[in-house]
């Protein structure tokens, strides 16, 4: 009998370190399942999923393998109809169960309000008027020592429309389909949208706010690694919906001041757009309904048609 | 509680049907029965569960490639919006109540329900909904494109120019299928308060009750909030006020909040009789008693209550301040306690227990993985911050059908295949379920798995199109896809069949403890010819204690 009991214990402390092992492994895979981080705020967010994968695949590593153990060793044998233990409850246990939840939800929701918190990517906050009572940090380290930092520096208009980006560099009073952005710089977008819900959403940088017609919406982030992402409509916006994407270059700062430069010599002319091209053509899908749809919006006239 | 064996066997004191099965023009017909009701609203759920299947499929179809190459972008966007709408308003909604209709007054020791007029009228809205729903194919400009939220302003664009257009037979249908509910829901609360057995007070009552109840009291507060915001959003369509118009100052945000506030609780009202049904089944087929059972009972009430005040999750990226995210965030995580109260209850059920793996008790298990599952892919997206990189993505969609493919369907074939012999009088074929389990446990996981990396990687729901690094993981989804569609055929094959010339069926072929299995298979109209009277608990697995006074078991 003693042994018995030392054996069970063995099995269950052999199963618990196997499943803590696995769960640690799988959070680190969690980085290699996103996008390249590509913005301060990414570097945050990604810690918090590889903690979260962590913590729930320990959870659910734990369940099924209890669950898998029942279904192999605690089976009926063929000719044994009787019934099990008639255990109907422990309240040492159910105490401990509810109270193991409530921990793990205090843990979660204290790790992402910090982490929400260091982003500090504003968003709507004129709805109720109120000041917001979190203070709101920068998600790029070296901003806490440099406080110039910590103020946006380059403040760009994003407007969406039925189907189309476009961005507006009021300081040099330029148009682009293309989103430029300079590295190790606060950002703020005045995001504004022409007709319906579009979603401001860039995966490497994994931040995403949603545009709201006659709302004025500001959005701050840091991006901090040179290259070219995509910025896509996270919110759906009708027809034409998914061709509503548009690239993002981060450059060097010196580099974006270039590209300024440059635009702003060239004269605007219409941009190329997938949504209108598609609307003009009869389209090639072997299934076809002819529903009309909404035309879209005239292509923008930019500087810079990307 | 006697423990002879039972699979295929009689009890010595059963006694034979009295009442054949009803003849089989009465399912067509305007019957009062809560049983036949109930088979009413399965057999109809199921054809639209079809229905939506063979749009998904389109979808599938269309997402095996990244360009926009299957259908037109018109058809696609029509294709996910009526895929979502059927699947929750013509599949999910009414099988539960189906199976609500035809167990909740067996259970408790009722002959009918309280309202039975009521009733049948309310399974006949669910036609009259399909019907207005398909035919928005047939109207200039097809079917509504806005998505199951239809979300104004783009809901509000009318191109056709026309009164009648998809939009509007949607809302239309939407409104007429919550009529149907408030209905069901006023009928289930005073039948569960009103009608039970004597004896049965609210501890002696299953746990597949407890769900119903607490279920039931969610749609009365909150569909009252979807209604109006149907409604308005009918009267911005139609006659042009400015409700949620932005072109004429209203406000889109506003619909938001009318159609969360009760959309969110909604997935409590399919959810909960789904823990109920896994209540049920997990003490019959381990022999144990359920663990915790008044626990588990409580916190139904308690999740009811709870997702009242979550539904801004869905809307963290609106137009939502910082602090109101950071508030529903913890209520929405909040949740889990009493979720997972009851998993710990059904595993610490299985613990121990004598298994017998028949087709429920396989189903019930694969669905319990997959919740479990589904709750902790719901905490992240709980979490402010993870979700503000995955809303909208492919993870969300992961997300919620590991809830209603995984959990949901999956529960409702394992309430099937248990109830089953009650319901036609008729055992079904094990293999041939065994065979479905698997196809659909693989279909399932291939499906739905390869959508949260996809997620991760920033590829958004909704499109027709995508990027091609997404092309590796949307074809195993869509393989998954097709497999899953071909699952349901041998279920219906194996249904269709056995109902015909299946095996004749015990009262009670699973020696299950509960009312229902006291009376013959199928159930005599009216039920009992007299009323139990209730002396123990439910689920008195090895426990020689007998359910009722009067009644032989
Ligand atoms: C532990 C419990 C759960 C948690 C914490 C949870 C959390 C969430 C959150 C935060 C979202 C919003 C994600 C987003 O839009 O970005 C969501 C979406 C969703 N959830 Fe869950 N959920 C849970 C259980 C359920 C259940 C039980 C169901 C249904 C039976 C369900 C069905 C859905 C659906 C349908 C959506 C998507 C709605 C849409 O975007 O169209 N969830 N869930
Ligand atoms: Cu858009
Ligand atoms: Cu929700």
Redesign the interface.
């Known amino acids: 009998m003693k042994i018995q009991k030392i054996l069970n214990i063995l099995t269950l402390l052999t199963g618990a370190i196997a499943v803590t092992i696995t769960s640690l492994w799988i959070g680190q895979q969690a980085y290699s399942?996103?996008?390249p981080q590509a913005a301060a705020e990414s570097v945050?967010?990604d810690d918090?999923?590889s903690f979260?994968?962590t913590l729930?695949a320990f959870?659910?590593l734990g369940?099924?393998s209890?669950?898998m153990y029942?279904?192999i060793f605690?089976?009926?044998v063929k000719?044994?109809?009787?019934?099990?233990?008639?255990?109907?409850?422990?309240i040492a246990?159910?105490v401990v169960?509810?109270a193991?939840?409530?921990l793990?939800?205090l843990w979660?929701?204290n790790y992402?309000?910090q982490?929400?918190e260091q982003?500090g990517?504003q968003?709507?906050?004129e709805?109720?008027h109120?000041h917001?009572?979190?203070g709101?940090e920068s998600a790029y380290a070296e901003a806490k020592d440099a406080p110039s930092l910590a103020e946006p520096v380059e403040k760009i208009d994003v407007l969406a429309k039925q189907w189309a980006w476009v961005f507006h560099y009021p300081e040099r009073d330029v148009t682009s389909t293309e989103l430029h952005l300079p590295s190790d710089r606060r950002i703020r977008l005045a995001l504004k949208s022409q007709?319906?819900?579009h979603?401001f959403?860039i995966?490497?940088f994994?931040?995403?706010?949603?545009i709201?017609?006659?709302?004025a919406?500001d959005f701050e982030f840091t991006p901090i690694r040179p290259g070219k992402y995509?910025l896509?409509?996270?919110?759906?916006?009708?027809?034409?919906?998914?061709?509503m994407q548009a690239n993002v270059i981060v450059e060097s700062p010196e580099d974006y001041q270039q590209w300024l430069a440059k635009i702003a010599t060239q004269k605007p002319s219409p941009a190329k757009n997938q949504a209108a091209a598609?609307y003009a053509q009869t389209?090639?899908?072997?299934?076809?309904?002819g529903?009309?749809?909404?035309?879209p919006a005239a292509p923008p006239l930019v500087n810079s048609p990307g | 509680?006697t423990?002879?064996?039972?699979e295929g066997m009689l009890l010595p004191n059963e006694k034979p049907n009295h009442e054949s099965p009803g003849n089989w023009k009465e399912y067509f017909s305007f019957s009062t029965d809560h049983k036949v009701i109930g088979i009413q609203y399965l057999v109809t759920s199921f054809f639209f569960f079809l229905v939506g299947g063979i749009f998904a499929m389109v979808m599938r179809g269309e997402l095996m490639t990244p360009d926009?190459?299957?259908?037109?972008?018109?058809?696609y966007?029509?294709m996910f919006t009526m895929h979502g709408t059927i699947m929750l308003f013509l599949w999910t909604f009414p099988s539960l109540v189906g199976f609500a209709n035809y167990l909740v007054p067996l259970m408790i020791g009722a002959r009918d329900m309280a309202f039975p007029r009521l009733n049948a009228v309310a399974f006949w809205m669910v036609p009259v909904v399909g019907i207005i729903m398909m035919g928005s194919f047939f109207v200039?400009?097809?079917p509504a494109?806005?998505?199951w939220?239809s979300?104004p302003?783009?809901s509000l664009?009318n191109?056709?120019g026309n009164l009648i257009n998809g939009q509007v037979l949607w809302l239309l249908a939407v409104a007429i299928s919550g009529v149907s509910s408030i209905m069901g829901a006023v009928n289930f609360v005073t039948t569960i308060v009103k009608m039970r057995a004597p004896g049965m007070g609210f501890f002696k009552m299953p746990l597949f009750v407890w769900a119903v109840f607490s279920a039931q009291i969610i749609q009365l507060f909150g569909l009252p909030a979807l209604t109006a915001g149907a409604v308005m959003l009918l009267l911005d369509l139609t006659v042009g006020t400015a409700f949620f118009d932005?072109?004429k100052?209203g406000?889109?945000?506003m619909f938001e909040h009318y159609f969360w506030f009760y959309s969110h609780p909604a997935v409590y009202v399919i959810i909960l009789p789904i823990f109920g049904i896994f209540s049920e089944i997990f003490p019959v087929y381990?022999?144990?008693?359920?663990?915790?059972?008044?626990?588990v009972a409580v916190s139904s009430i308690l999740i009811a209550v709870v997702s009242g005040i979550v539904w801004v999750h869905h809307m963290y990226?609106?137009?939502?301040?910082?602090?109101?995210?950071?508030i529903f965030?913890?209520t929405t995580?909040?949740v889990?306690?009493p979720t997972?109260?009851k998993?710990?209850a059904w595993?610490?059920t299985?613990?121990?227990?004598?298994?017998?793996?028949n087709t429920p008790m396989l189903f019930a298990?694969g669905a319990?993985?997959m919740f479990?599952?589904a709750g902790?892919?719901g905490?992240?997206l709980s979490?402010?911050?993870?979700d503000?990189?995955v809303?909208?993505?492919y993870f969300v969609v992961g997300h919620f059908h590991y809830v209603l493919y995984g959990t949901v369907t999956m529960g409702l074939y394992a309430a099937i295949y248990h109830w089953f012999p009650k319901m036609t009088g008729r055992m079904y074929s094990e293999s041939w379920g065994k065979i479905h389990f698997w196809l659909a446990f693989i279909g399932t996981n291939l499906n739905f798995l390869p959508m949260h990396?996809l997620g991760?990687?920033?590829m958004?729901?909704?499109?027709?199109?995508?990027?091609p690094e997404y092309q590796f993981w949307n074809i195993i989804a869509s393989l998954g896809g097709f497999l899953l569609g071909m699952s349901t055929l041998p279920f219906i094959f194996n249904m269709v069949i056995s109902w015909m010339q299946g095996e004749k069926a015990p009262n009670n072929p699973w020696?299950a403890i509960g009312l229902e299995w006291l009376v013959s298979s199928p159930p005599p109209v009216e039920n009992f010819e007299e009323i139990p009277i209730i002396i123990s608990e439910p689920?008195?697995?090895?426990?020689s204690e007998p359910l009722t006074a009067n009644l032989s078991e």
Not at chain 1, 291 to 295: L, N
Not at chain 2, 460 to 467: F, G, H, M, N
Request: proline fraction near 9%.
């Open positions: 399942w996103l996008p945050l967010i918090l999923i979260l994968v729930g959870i659910f369940v099924t209890t669950l029942s279904v605690h089976r009926a000719d044994d109809f009787t019934d099990g233990p008639p255990i109907e409850g422990n246990l159910e169960w509810t193991i939840p409530i793990l939800v979660i929701a992402s309000y982490v929400y982003m990517i968003g709507p906050s709805i109720v109120l917001n009572p979190l709101m007709d319906v819900l979603g959403y995966p490497a994994r931040l995403k706010q949603d709201i017609p006659n709302h919406i995509s896509t409509d996270s919110q759906y916006s009708g027809t034409y919906f998914a061709t598609e389209s090639n899908q072997s299934v076809q309904t529903w009309v749809t909404v035309p | 509680m423990n002879v064996p039972i926009s190459d299957l259908v037109d972008r018109t058809v966007n029509g200039p400009g097809g494109q806005a998505g939220w979300y302003p783009v664009q191109p056709t932005p072109a100052g406000n889109p945000v381990s022999r144990k008693p359920l663990f915790g059972y008044k626990v990226v609106s137009g939502t301040p910082g602090w109101l995210r950071l965030m913890l995580m909040f889990s306690v997972g109260i998993v710990f595993v610490a299985i613990w121990g227990g004598k298994l017998r793996l298990l319990l993985i479990v599952f902790i892919t905490i992240m979490s402010v911050p993870v503000v990189h809303n909208n993505t990396p991760l990687q920033g958004l729901r909704r499109v027709a199109s995508y990027a020696r689920y008195g697995y090895g426990k």
